[in-house]
């Protein structure tokens, strides 16, 4: 997104945990984001000083950054603490009201990518929202980011841009297993890095007013990928036509012209293992496994869930619903084929590697 939108005039900010590669060539802004605070890796290495085996001049580091483009990054905050953690948000606010208040005035439309660090363990929460909620931190923390969250809308609202800026609050993963912030998923099962729908779905608001429809929700299928290509067309860039793209366009979907996503499955992975398939309301399991700290079980025979009569994902209906399985094969024989025109990067792969010379 950095990249594209930069190239078609965007100012472009990103802050908050960056986790996608941590040397020259792999920052925020080298690949387009004008600037960039915060951790490179996850937030949950805030919790590292705080044991006593733990060497900061010894073991790995985990500092928070800052970056400008074009003048590289360096080292804001030396290391990632429980203190830092706790109110690092402010700082992300801070920084994205200057941001946005700056390219208004310059007349410059902007892409501001916002990863605030909640619900994300460890959820401490910062000292006006300690004790706030009837839930312990985990309560607060939400508040905290209901506040937040607020906040930014109220900025977006006062600078009278609303009507022309799209804004998106998306979950990228399920609930946390590890306790003591352990979430809920509701009234799915299961927890984030597994299969099960508690982690699969997550929540996706967007708000755009004139433009998509407000008061609507909906249970199509729509895959985080699918958010590059859509968020492109948006703001009328194009789409690179030099690699697979494997997002969809959900234009149409979101703005109410139609009630059915432009996407009706998708394979779901953990690493390199594929745990399954979903099509539509069915979910093809290659391997059984609730919750992120459980082993993971490789059935004999995938099962299959509908997932309107059985949510919960308890019993398996193969026996009724075999023929969903042609669809899986389907899918994953598309997958292979796409592979053959396009290679994975391997893992460890130089910022340059291109996938079409390695064939």
């Known amino acids: 997104m950095g990249d594209i939108l930069s190239a078609k005039g965007y100012a472009c900010a990103c ?4 986790h996608l590669g941590a040397s020259d060539g792999r920052w925020p802004t080298d690949h387009g984001y004008d600037e960039w605070y915060g951790p490179i890796r996850s937030n949950d290495e805030s919790l590292w000083p705080s044991r006593a085996e733990y060497d900061p001049k010894r073991d790995l580091h985990s500092p928070v950054m800052e970056g400008t483009k074009g003048k590289g990054v360096r080292v804001a905050i030396d290391m ?13 606010l801070k920084r994205a ?4 208040r700056r390219s208004v005035a310059e007349s ?13 363990m460890p959820t401490i929460p910062r000292r006006e929202f300690a004790g706030q909620s009837s839930s312990g931190d985990w309560g607060d923390c939400l508040l905290e980011l209901d506040a937040d969250f607020g ?6 609202d006062g600078l009278g841009i609303a009507n022309e800026t799209i804004v998106i609050l998306a979950g990228d993963n399920g609930a946390e297993e590890t306790w003591p912030w352990r979430g809920t998923s509701g009234y799915w099962e299961g927890s984030h890095f597994t299969g099960m729908e508690g982690s699969l779905r997550t929540p996706c608001l967007i708000r755009w007013p004139g433009q998509v429809p407000a008061d609507r929700q909906s249970n199509e299928i729509v895959h985080m990928a699918d958010m590059f290509t859509t968020l492109t067309r948006w703001a009328r860039a194009e789409i690179p036509q030099d690699r697979i793209i ?6 149409a979907f979101f703005e109410g012209r139609t009630d059915q996503s432009a996407r009706a499955e998708f394979i779901f992975w953990n690493g390199a293992r594929m745990y399954g398939v979903k099509w539509k309301d069915f979910k093809v399991a290659m391997v059984q496994q609730a919750h992120f700290w459980d082993p993971v079980l490789e059935y004999a025979v995938p099962h299959i869930y509908n997932l309107k009569l059985d949510p919960k994902e308890r019993e398996n209906q193969a026996v009724y619903y075999g023929w969903v399985a042609g669809h899986a094969g ?3 024989g598309e997958f292979a084929a796409s592979l053959r025109r396009e290679p994975l990067i391997p893992s460890g792969a130089p910022v340059d590697f291109n996938p079409y010379k390695a064939k």
Do not use: C
């Not at 802050?15 to 960056?18: F, L």
């Not at 990632?80 to 992300?92: K, W």
């Not at 009201?97 to 946005?100: D, L, R, Y």
């Not at 494997?246 to 234009?251: A, I, K």
């Open 80 to 92: 990632l603490t429980m203190d830092v953690r706790r109110d690092i948000d402010l700082e992300y």
């Open 151 to 156: 906040q930014l809308l109220d900025l977006i």
């Open 15 to 18: 802050y908050g945990k960056w």
């Open 330 to 332: 389907r899918m994953v």
């Open 246 to 251: 494997d997002g969809v366009d959900q234009r």
């Open 108 to 120: 410059r439309p902007f892409f501001a990518y916002f990863n605030h660090s909640m619900m994300h």
């Open 97 to 100: 009201e200057v941001f946005m």
